[in-house]
């Protein structure tokens, strides 16, 4: 494997988990998706233990050894620095959204450019995009570092996996880190094409049947990967957690959750 490559997959060791971390912290530097010291990146690593970029810590600079541990309620665990600022923001998403297991927070310029503008990325421009995240929503703008950030967001995490904070930045989660790192980078082309878009001064919008078979398409990605069966076996465990934090389902019990989730996006779109 490159040394600057990371694979699909949530149910990892570790110590996989953090060289994927500080390999996507580079990719958020590389990109220009965070200046100075901003942004934090975090993955679940069990039922209550979560694996969060430090603060104050340039996410291009990051060893292993810099990440820190916690669980659910923020309360440190591992780790010698101190936890990313942000950090009850990732929290809020993974009690909210327990099929998720990767969050990712930056400032992607063009994205971050529409949120100051007050817009959020909800035309039917590119088929990739409607198909990936349906639209990108934009929340109301909340202090960053303290509880009105997450509140901010809450409202919207449940039927979205991408999301513009005003005047802030773009917060992107899913499955697995990798998916949760696309994200940003999809929410941040879709902005730039639909800059470009707006300065030529014509949108030629998906039509509606166009959006149905999108959207069709959309809901059966999304209870794939709600049953996380998309990347990881259907066996797969946490391999950092105890023995008694394992779940086992039946296929009904999966069938099932794929149904709930089918039901839960459409009730959010
Ligand atoms: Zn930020």
């Not at 990313?84 to 992607?108: D, K």
């Amino acid at each position: 494997m490159n040394s600057e490559s990371i694979f699909h997959g949530a149910m990892k060791p570790e110590e996989e988990h953090r060289r994927d971390i500080c390999v996507v912290g580079r990719w958020i530097k590389e990109h220009g998706f965070a200046a100075s010291t901003d942004g934090n990146i975090s993955v679940r690593l069990g039922p209550n233990r979560i694996l969060v970029t430090p603060t104050r810590m340039s996410k291009g600079m990051m060893a292993p050894d810099d990440l820190v541990v916690t669980d659910l309620t923020g309360r440190r665990l591992g780790g010698l620095r101190q936890a990313s600022s942000e950090l009850g923001m990732h929290l809020m998403i993974y009690r909210l959204r327990p099929e998720v297991n990767a969050v990712c927070h930056a400032h992607p310029p063009y994205a971050t450019g529409f949120a100051v503008a007050g817009m959020a990325l909800d035309k039917p421009l590119l088929c990739e995009m409607v198909m990936d995240l349906g639209c990108v929503p934009l929340a109301h703008y909340g202090t960053p570092g303290t509880s009105e950030l997450a509140e901010a967001i809450e409202p919207l995490v449940p039927g979205h996996d991408a999301i513009l904070m005003a005047n802030h930045g773009v917060v992107t989660c899913g499955y697995d880190l990798l998916t949760a790192f696309q994200r940003m980078e999809t929410t941040e082309h879709f902005a730039h094409v639909a800059f470009v878009s707006e300065l030529l001064g014509r949108q030629n919008l998906l039509t509606a049947a166009d959006l149905e078979k999108l959207e069709a398409r959309r809901v059966r990605h999304v209870a794939r990967e709600a049953a996380g069966t998309e990347h990881d076996s259907a066996h797969a465990e946490y391999p950092n957690d105890a023995a008694a934090d394992r779940v086992t389902l039946t296929r009904r019990e999966l069938e099932s959750l794929i149904d709930e989730a089918i039901q839960k996006d459409r009730a959010h779109r």
